[in-house]
């Protein structure tokens, strides 16, 4: 006999990894738990398509802005426990990985020290989501065989910055942007040549993703504006690959009124190197994007 009383027993949380935008990245794990869901705690980067997946859930924006709007740390985990005591299937849909990153793990010491429930449902991150979407290989045979990964946030150094710069490899630098100089000036103190390539996708996952190429000694002029370039990953020392870069729409944002997103034609675009996106309402387009000139249509056999 089933003796449970959701009045009286906790409900279940769910630390949900949204993946880094795109819905195509998420699991269909995730997809399951939305669809169940009573309550949908979200951050700001999580696309709408993906909200649309929890239709009959209430649905609670605790996103935070770079240097803007936030909420806090401390309020998210109360409202996890708040909504879990209540016996409500809730989930919490964390833009990448829950765990990388994402302060997953001080979620899910409140809920536990509260006795909630809980369960992971890992997502696709960012470092190979976004940068193997936009062409970036961070290991190949033959050329290199590791990467490292580090968090450029106010709190990171300059000394960790330039411990960092020694490893092998292609280095990401996740929330970077607003230390380019620092990250530049260190990575060439400690011996990396200013020559050196470094990629920057902005938006990545996202139909308005963007990727710029520069060197670093150039970085912190491309992303002097920081306004443009948040979010942003900074890959040192890696390039795209050249069957990326030789697509004929590659680089372009093809803007589609009346067709599915997830239609033949929309993948053909995408296979030709585009990005499908809505029109933009009241979107103020990035100096560097640029636009498809014309359809695409596919010749009938």
């Not at 709007?69 to 409500?88: C, D, H, K, M, Y």
């Not at 963007?210 to 948040?230: D, I, K």
């Not at 020392?237 to 729409?249: K, N």
């Amino acid at each position: 006999m089933n003796n449970f009383d959701p009045t009286t027993e906790p409900g279940t949380v769910s630390l949900v990894g949204a993946g880094p935008g795109d819905p195509d990245l998420l699991t269909l794990g995730a997809a399951r738990a939305l669809s169940r869901a009573d309550v949908v705690l979200h951050d700001n980067l999580v696309c709408p398509d993906i909200l649309e997946l929890a239709p009959q859930a209430e649905k609670i924006n605790v996103g935070k802005l770079p240097f803007g709007e936030f909420t806090s740390q401390r309020v998210i985990n109360a409202l996890l426990v708040r909504e879990g005591s209540l016996g409500r299937n809730v989930v919490r849909l964390k833009g990448g990985d829950p765990f990388l990153f994402g302060r997953g793990t001080e979620e899910l010491e409140a809920l536990h020290n509260a006795g909630i429930p809980f369960r992971v449902i890992p997502g696709v991150s960012s470092l190979n989501g976004v940068l193997g979407g936009a062409g970036l290989a961070l290991t190949a045979r033959g050329r290199n065989h590791g990467f490292a990964v580090f968090s450029g946030a106010g709190q990171t150094s300059n000394d960790e910055i330039r411990r960092w710069a020694d490893a092998p490899g292609p280095i990401v630098v996740f929330m970077g942007v607003h230390r380019a100089a620092d990250i530049a000036r260190e990575f060439i103190a400690a011996g990396r040549a200013a020559q050196e390539p470094v990629t920057v996708i902005a938006r990545g996952g996202t139909p308005r993703a963007l990727v710029a190429e520069t060197t670093l000694g150039t970085l912190p002029e491309l992303l002097a504006e920081t306004g443009h370039w948040t979010p942003a990953i900074i890959a040192v020392g890696i390039v795209r690959e050249h069957a990326f870069v030789a697509r004929p729409l590659d680089g372009t944002v093809a803007v589609v009124e009346d067709k599915p997103l997830d239609g033949e034609l929309a993948d053909l675009m995408r296979a030709m190197g585009a990005h499908i996106a809505r029109p933009a309402r009241n979107a103020v387009p990035h100096p560097l994007s640029r636009e498809a000139p014309q359809p695409v249509k596919k010749e009938q056999p």
